[in-house]
């Protein structure tokens, strides 16, 4: 029987494999790396490139919408003037005064037909009741309105609600309120004075009526 030698590796070829082996994991590594520096550099450059949006309060980018009370209120009363600017913001300062005070801005919106149809911001009477809700001079800058004009639109409604709350708290009844708020307690002062309070409940109503159609025809 011949026995067979086992060959083994010459001590020569050995170091010349490690070596190859290493030559190829560094070729692999530094592969890995310049690709990962690629793919790093094209995303900065796309972040450069594609700038970030500015985030702006929401004032800025979309104003202020008045509460639906008083932009109904508002469309109402466009009825009566032709400055619809007139119209909004005597509807919004009802609205504010109104919920300030806790009194019905309808209610307000029919003191306001009554002294002032016209809606002129500007009106004086014989007597010298100023602006749309017909304040005395004598009231100004005594109800922490801010302002002392009562031609101006916020500062007489300030005033006139804030007068009319007071003869709220004082009377037994609306009725009587408001002819106190007329100055017609004893039916002097003005002509058919006594009739003020009636014709503040028809505005009233009218108002009231006019805001059901609007938000029937919104859908509501």
């Known amino acids: 029987m011949i026995e067979r030698r086992r060959e083994t590796p010459s001590p020569s070829r050995a170091p010349r494999t490690r070596r190859a082996l290493k030559v190829?994991?560094?070729?692999?590594?530094?592969s890995l790396l310049l690709a990962a520096g690629t793919v790093w550099t094209l995303q900065h450059q796309q972040t450069l490139e594609r700038p970030k949006a500015l985030s702006l309060p929401v004032s800025l980018v979309e104003p202020m919408k008045p509460t639906e009370e008083a932009f109904r209120i508002g469309q109402f009363l466009g009825r009566y003037t032709q400055d619809r600017g007139v119209a909004f913001r005597v509807a919004d300062a009802l609205v504010n005064e109104g919920h300030k005070?806790?009194?019905s801005p309808e209610l307000l919106v029919g003191v306001v037909l009554t002294e002032d149809p016209e809606l002129n911001p500007n009106a004086r009477s014989h007597v010298g009741a100023?602006?749309?809700?017909?304040?005395?001079?004598f009231h100004g800058g005594k109800w922490g309105c801010g302002s002392k004009d009562l031609y101006?639109?916020?500062?007489n409604?300030?005033?006139g609600v804030k007068i009319l709350k007071q003869a709220i708290a004082?009377?037994?009844?609306?009725?009587?309120a408001l002819l106190r708020y007329n100055g017609c307690?004893?039916?002097r002062n003005t002509p058919d004075c006594h009739r003020y309070d009636d014709k503040v409940l028809r505005h009233l109503d009218k108002t009231q009526e006019?805001?059901?159609l609007l938000r029937t025809a919104e859908g509501e």
């Open 24 to 30: 190829v994991a560094h070729f692999v590594a530094l």
């Open 210 to 212: 006019a805001l059901r």
């Open 130 to 137: 100023r602006g749309l809700m017909q304040v005395m001079p």
């Open 185 to 187: 307690v004893r039916g």
């Open 101 to 103: 005070q806790n009194i």
């Open 157 to 159: 409604i300030c005033h």
């Open 170 to 176: 004082e009377a037994p009844n609306m009725r009587v």
């Open 152 to 155: 101006n639109i916020e500062s």
